[in-house]
């Protein structure tokens, strides 16, 4: 069974606030989580992170925004 997917609107925010969002995510166990960043640093820094605790992180380009979705 699939699970639903915990979302996270981060557009507007600016570092570190996306990570921290992330963070707590991850910390709360339930993925896959994704992410909606409208910036590259936002984007570069959310993906470092969660590759770091080796995780995967696939990365969508949607328009103006961008998704990160976050699985184990």
């Known amino acids: 069974m699939a699970q639903t997917a915990k979302e996270i609107d981060a557009r507007g925010l600016s570092c570190p606030q996306p990570v921290f969002l992330t963070l707590k995510a991850i910390d709360e166990g339930k993925f896959p989580i994704r992410v909606t960043v409208d910036n590259a640093t936002a984007k570069a820094n959310i993906r470092r992170m969660a590759q770091g605790k080796k995780l995967n992180v696939a990365i969508e380009d ?7 979705t976050i699985s184990k």
């Open 62 to 68: 949607k328009d103006e925004d961008i998704i990160l």
